[in-house]
T-cell receptor
Framework: DAGVTQSPTHLIKTRGQQVTLRCSPK?????VSWYQQALGQGPQFIFQ???????QRGNFPDRFSGHQFPNYSSELNVNALLLGDSALYLC???????????FGNGTRLTVT | AQRVTQPEKLLSVFKGAPVELKCNYS??????LFWYVQYSRQRLQLLLR??SRESIKGFTADLNKGETSFHLKKPFAQEEDSAMYYC?????????????FGQGTTLQVKP
């Protein structure tokens, strides 16, 4: 079992561009959560997907959107990138009604 | 608002010394508390959760609702304990996808 896998591992984008990050959950998990971790900070909850719908959302602008596919994999999209969006983006998966979260290694996004 | 505070950014101890990583939270209900650990070049992983009441790698943590704290303790630190530790809070035991994390404490165990 590969656990939670994320792609790409690193990404460099220019301010104003759009980016898509991808996540495959751990086998048997149906819920995917996304977190943003700025340098020197703890992870911050962006949103959670279950049954292909956004179930919970943190305090992030609409520029951050997501999607979950029938195979439970998920994408995080960020539009109109700002320099402040530079961070490590973590995906975590879990089973409905169970915890804990299993995290991926993250995608390091740099916005120049 | 819900908040998790880890007052120490860095905690440095010698091997064999006791360790206490502090975590305080603010939440009006009955939260579920976790400690996550990230070893060098590894992913974030669960260390322990308060409802399990178990000891993992010699670490324990007791939820003190009166003091709203969930400090992580180990009587004798080992060099392999060196890592980043995050305290996290969830207000739903059935859906812990939304966690509030503290800023983290780096534990450095010196030989």
């Amino acid at each position: 079992d590969a656990g939670v896998t994320q792609s790409p591992t690193h990404l460099i984008k220019t301010r104003g561009q759009q980016v898509t990050l991808r996540c495959s959950p751990k086998s048997g998990h149906d819920t995917v959560s996304w977190y943003q971790q700025a340098l020197g900070q703890g992870p911050q909850f962006i949103f959670q997907y279950y049954e292909e719908e956004e179930r919970q959302r943190g305090n992030f602008p609409d520029r951050f959107s997501g999607h979950q596919f029938p195979n439970y994999s998920s994408e995080l999209n960020v539009n109109a990138l700002l320099l402040g969006d530079s961070a490590l983006y973590l995906c975590a998966s879990s089973s409905t009604g169970e915890s804990p979260l299993h995290f991926g290694n993250g995608t390091r996004l740099t916005v120049t | 608002a819900q908040r998790v505070t880890q007052p120490e950014k860095l905690l440095s101890v010698f091997k064999g010394a006791p360790v206490e990583l502090k975590c305080n939270y603010s939440y009006s209900g009955s939260p579920e508390l976790f400690w996550y650990v990230q070893y060098s070049r590894q992913r974030l992983q669960l260390l322990l959760r308060h409802i399990s009441r178990e000891s993992i790698k010699g670490f324990t943590a007791d939820l003190n609702k009166g003091e709203t704290s969930f400090h992580l303790k180990k009587p004798f630190a080992q060099e392999e304990d060196s890592a980043m530790y995050y305290c996290a809070l969830s207000w739903s035991s059935s859906n812990t996808g939304k966690l509030i994390f503290g800023q983290g404490t780096t534990l450095q165990v010196k030989p």
